[in-house]
């Protein structure tokens, strides 16, 4: 992740749009509307492929309209002062409990 972090930071570097990534809440709300607006247009893409059925013209959108979600995350990891890899291993964590939970809880159904 820091990879794209820091290819975004550049580019907005590049062209004057850091300010928009400074850790205030108004960026933070923000970045969240456009996450979600993003989120729309990349299940609208998916919605076209169910309906309309699979092509790489569709397949490209869905590439971009992921890539504007993930440009957004990388965003909303700066302007929330994530640190991302420290969260990423606790919720790895918290999701291996509770999977293997669930497993036992299954096999103890199938007993
Ligand atoms: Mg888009």
Same mark, same amino acid.
């Given at each position: 992740m820091d990879k794209y972090i820091k290819e975004i930071l550049d580019f907005d570097k590049k062209y004057g749009?850091? +300010?928009?990534? +400074?850790?205030?809440f108004q960026n933070l709300f923000y970045s969240g509307l456009c996450i979600g607006g993003e989120a729309g247009e990349l299940v609208n893409v998916i919605k076209k492929i169910w309906r309309d059925g699979d092509s790489i013209e569709l397949r490209k959108q869905l590439s971009e309209e992921l890539v504007d979600v993930v440009v957004y995350i990388c965003k909303l990891i700066v302007i929330g002062e994530i640190d991302f890899d420290k969260a990423w291993k606790q919720k790895l964590e918290i999701l291996h409990e509770r999977w293997s939970k669930k497993l036992i809880t299954e096999r103890q159904v199938k007993i």
């Amino acid at each position: 992740m820091d990879k794209y972090i820091k290819e975004i930071l550049d580019f907005d570097k590049k062209y004057g749009i850091s +300010k928009d990534n +400074k850790p205030t809440f108004q960026n933070l709300f923000y970045s969240g509307l456009c996450i979600g607006g993003e989120a729309g247009e990349l299940v609208n893409v998916i919605k076209k492929i169910w309906r309309d059925g699979d092509s790489i013209e569709l397949r490209k959108q869905l590439s971009e309209e992921l890539v504007d979600v993930v440009v957004y995350i990388c965003k909303l990891i700066v302007i929330g002062e994530i640190d991302f890899d420290k969260a990423w291993k606790q919720k790895l964590e918290i999701l291996h409990e509770r999977w293997s939970k669930k497993l036992i809880t299954e096999r103890q159904v199938k007993i």
